[in-house]
Nanobody
Framework: QVQLIESGGGLVQAGGSLRLSCAASGRTFSGHFMGWLRQAPGTERDFVAGIGWNYGTTYYADSVKGRFTISRDRAKNTVYLEMNSLKPEDTAVYYC????????????WGQGTQVTVSS
């Protein structure tokens, strides 16, 4: 059974930092693309950052470039999202997800972790 378990969310003041973790289990993720997506109330789920499991190539939404860093530890089967200079507009539920490279839809999803940034 494939599981993606997020942790590290919480309440932080604007300008602060958080590090989210996504512990993956149940299969090998070789050939997969690991993504962080977020959803604020009343909005659609949006892509935040992603990383290729094999080569570590990274991608970011324009809104987080220069502030967020995605990384993965293949030995620990864990993906991280380091979030710095947080803004109130970063407030959302953050989801970890995985899909095969080259496919459109994510196959596996975590349960989400709440990030709240106060002004």
């Amino acid at each position: 059974q494939v599981q993606l378990i997020e942790s590290g969310g919480g309440l932080v003041q604007a300008g602060g930092s958080l590090r989210l973790s996504c512990a993956a289990s149940g299969r090998t993720f070789s050939g997969h693309f690991m993504g962080w997506l977020r959803q604020a109330p009343g909005t659609e789920r949006d892509f935040v950052a992603g990383i290729g499991w094999n080569y570590g190539t990274t991608y970011y939404a324009d809104s987080v470039k220069g502030r967020f860093t995605i990384s993965r530890d293949r030995a620990k089967n864990t993906v991280y999202l380091e979030m710095n200079s947080l803004k109130p507009e970063d407030t959302a539920v953050y989801y970890c997800a995985a899909k095969l490279v080259g496919t459109k839809e994510y196959t596996y999803w975590g349960q989400g972790t709440q990030v709240t940034v106060s002004s």
